[in-house]
């Protein structure tokens, strides 16, 4: 087999590692890219049993699963933050004006009607 020195190009070490990939249990340090160790990851695939792919596959069935679960449950977190966000607000908001009635006389009642806030609460404004 060549060294790596030899291999200077990409087609170089792809001819080599197609030529000589029977012969290598692990992949050299010197085709350490991303698209050689996927090629070494179907070459291991390819070469499980039937029972051992079928383990595999099952395997890899729950692990997308599982992050199809968390996913979904980040992006619905997301939605209540976002609309726990906007509601909060909105009481602020309804705040602020009922601070800007009762600065004006208004009656409590009447406020509380118009910001949908509860006397109490206007009361401790």
Known sequence: MKTEGELESDLDKWLHVLKNMKLMNKIPV????????KL?????????????????????????????VRDYEVAEAKKEGKLEGKMEGKMEEAREIARELKKEGLPVEFIARTTKLSIEEIEQL
């Open 30 to 37: 010197y085709l350490r890219k991303p698209i050689f160790e």
């Open 40 to 68: 070494f990851s179907i070459a291991e695939y390819t070469n499980l049993t039937k029972e051992e792919k079928t383990m595999y596959d099952s395997s890899m069935k729950y692990k997308w699963d599982n992050k199809n």
